[in-house]
């Protein structure tokens, strides 16, 4: 593409909603499966702020970041599972069948994660599957954004954690209702020999002019998937690892999701009131509304996909996605670097107004020691209360339980645990923004995207499901680490580990990921078939020639 949008696909925006208004039954199909968007959200976006009030309820979880890394994990292992389940699940019993399996165990989220994008997608035309398909990424970020309203709704109500986990049910409940009145995908019904019920589906889906050619490109994949395997239901794994375009498929798959969770984003949607509470901001209920923002933002972002998806394509938008991410990590590594290095010192005298309940690990330092805020927290079970004047001017290190905190607001101070005052605190919140404006239109939606168009027909649910597999295995090891590493190395040091894997994705983008937009789903394999270093992606993309297929 050179020079502005091309004519042919200025339109697609315009073509999502003139399909509403023509063709309400695809619009119902992607908004049923993509429902299940909305609970993978609410489940991975809840714990950020059920996590302040489960550290306030057990003392052993506040004071070990292993505790607390763990409970966020504990979901993502059974994500795991579900992920993997969900590719053979997928390609044995149908789309529908295992969406409704999801629904039914809820808590497996993965399950609903990786097949809800790929039912929408092989219910989708080519020219709005890429819009269609982000209303998936849109009720996920939807649902994160819920989760952060009932946390905030449930912060006075008694067992506040334990309502905002449990009201993760309802979505749930509601997709398995709709989703009895839908049908399978008409693609994997062609592919089990149900052919009339496929068509009969395609012809709903797709114009009278259009509907033909789709039915002869579904019957060419079949075809040719019986002529290499003698069998369109046998799946071999050494034959689907030996199949150029599978692999192919896979390494931008499988990159894009590893990548996805290694940029950092769930360290900001698990932890953003920590995160928050690290740059300065001491009260729960403060960071659960600025989290807010950052939920919001990211639901924005998704709308943002929608529009430019199937516009610009799937690859610019990953690339300029992942230079905004580089640029955001690195204000946000600046950020906490001066947070932490210009934290409030400690005032003897100040704490010595507080009498014996002075943190221990100070007095045994005596008089003559420099302390820093950032000093008293690392000591053993203390906090530091600001100075009444100014949060910014010597505070008080002192010991931390809730009877001392309550002491300190008495006196109309702001009790530390998590981080210090700073004047630099605003700069993290305006960090963390533009990290959720650049990450949620690109590499939020877009790995989601690829990964439900990119693999041929007779390996899509076991390569979905192994790619799923790899989003949460990566999900879970950068969710059990994130806390100990900001311990470890600091916080600065840890944004900017991630800024410096976002430019290794930058590289991995330009270099593996073609561009499948507009593309139907049975070219897409004739695509990889001829794919090559592709580095001068931004033109226009020459039409893909058939030539005979190599294994």
């Not at 496929?198 to 039915?215: C, N």
């Not at 190395?489 to 894997?501: D, E, K, N, P, R």
Request: with cysteine; charged share 15%.
């Amino acid at each position: 593409m050179e020079g502005g949008i091309h004519p042919a696909d200025s339109s697609a925006f315009r073509e999502c909603f003139s399909l509403a208004w023509k063709n309400p039954y695809v619009l119902r199909l992607a908004f049923s499966a993509g429902i299940g968007g909305l609970l993978f959200g609410y489940d991975t976006g809840v714990i950020s702020g059920a996590l302040l009030y489960i550290r306030d309820d057990f003392k052993s979880v506040d004071k070990k970041t292993v505790l607390q890394e763990s409970i966020v994990s504990m979901a993502l292992a059974g994500a795991i599972v579900g992920a993997a389940m969900g590719g053979w699940l997928n390609d044995r019993y149908g789309r529908k069948f295992a969406l409704l399996v999801a629904d039914f165990l809820f808590f497996i989220v993965g399950m609903a994660s990786m097949t809800a994008p790929l039912y929408i997608s092989e219910a989708s035309p080519a020219k709005v599957r890429g819009a269609l398909v982000s209303t998936n990424g849109f009720l996920i970020t939807g649902g994160q954004f819920l989760s952060y309203l009932i946390n905030l709704a449930f912060t006075k109500a008694p067992g506040t954690w334990r309502w905002m986990l449990g009201v993760a049910g309802l979505p749930a409940l509601l997709q398995f209702v709709l989703m009895l009145a839908l049908p399978e995908s008409p693609r994997w019904l062609y592919r089990k020999g149900r052919e009339e019920e496929a068509i009969t589906i395609l012809r709903k889906i797709y114009p009278a002019s259009d509907v033909e050619a789709e039915i002869e490109a579904l019957k060419e994949s079949v075809e040719k998937e019986i002529e290499e395997t003698g069998s369109s239901e046998k799946i071999n794994m050494i034959q689907l690892l030996k199949t150029r375009t599978v692999r192919r498929g896979l390494i931008a798959g499988v990159g894009l999701q590893v990548f996805q969770q290694f940029v950092g984003i769930n360290t900001v949607m698990y932890y953003s009131p920590t995160i928050i509470q690290l740059a300065g901001i001491a009260s729960n209920q403060t960071a659960l509304l600025l989290s807010l923002v950052t939920a919001g933002l990211n639901a924005l972002g998704s709308v943002v996909s929608i529009y430019f998806i199937d516009r610009i394509g799937r690859k610019k938008l990953l690339v300029i996605s992942l230079i905004g991410c580089v640029l955001s990590l690195g204000l946000l590594s600046a950020v906490f670097h001066e947070t932490t290095s210009h934290s409030p010192p400690v005032s003897a005298v100040e704490s010595s107004h507080f009498g014996n309940i002075t943190c221990p690990a100070f007095t045994s330092a005596g008089p003559s020691a420099s302390w820093s805020c950032m000093k008293c927290l690392k000591g053993s079970d203390c906090g530091f209360c600001a100075s009444q004047t100014d949060k910014l001017l010597p505070g008080a290190c002192l010991i931390e339980n809730k009877i001392v905190k309550d002491t300190c607001h008495g006196e109309g101070r702001l009790w530390y645990t998590r981080g210090c005052p700073s004047q630099y605190g605003w700069l993290a919140l305006v960090g963390l923004a533009l990290y959720i404006i650049f990450f949620s239109p690109g590499m939020g939606t877009v790995p989601w995207i690829v990964n439900s168009e990119i693999y041929p027909l007779r390996f899509r649910g076991v390569c979905g499901g192994i790619a799923a597999t790899s989003n949460w295995i990566s999900n879970l090891i950068v969710a059990q680490s994130f806390l100990s590493l900001t311990e470890a190395i600091g916080t600065s040091w840890t944004f900017l580990g991630f800024g410096v894997i976002s430019v290794i994705a930058l590289l991995f983008v330009i270099i593996f990921v073609p561009e499948t937009k507009g593309l139907p789903i049975e070219d897409v394999e004739k695509m990889l078939e001829e794919r090559v270093f592709q580095l001068k992606f931004w033109k226009k993309r020459t039409p893909v020639v058939k030539k005979s297929t190599q294994v």
